[in-house]
């Protein structure tokens, strides 16, 4: 039997965060590590969460994420782009809010040469 499971793909800057979805209790891991283990910062973690806590669903899905390229914070935003766009794969009704608070617009600034 399989889960349902909603993937998407997250950039910003040089980073690229692949984002699965699955139903469980909220548990959060990044590159085979929890969320705690691999950023430092509170405000990375709370950055990561944002989508998460803006719709109510913290605890509904656990967030496996595969992560690669950039610095921790380009991560960090990289891992919210491919949680928003996993939620409104999941769930179209979402979509409004998600957007409104601008979860969905890739950041295009890119570092200078």
Known sequence: ?????????????KAIARVRLIPGEGNITINKRSIDDYFGYETLKMQVRQPLTLT????????????????????????R???????????????????KAGYLTRDPRMKER
């Not at 039997?1 to 800057?13: I, L, Q």
């Not at 994420?65 to 891992?79: D, E, F, L, P, R």
């Open 1 to 13: 039997m399989s889960e349902v499971c909603f993937h998407a793909v997250g950039r910003r800057k």
């Open 56 to 79: 109510d669903t913290t605890g509904r899905f656990d967030v496996i994420v595969n992560v690669k390229g950039g610095g921790h914070t380009g991560q960090a935003g990289a891992i």
């Open 81 to 99: 782009h491919g949680i928003a766009r996993a939620l409104v794969k999941a769930d179209e009704e979402l979509k409004p809010a998600i957007k």
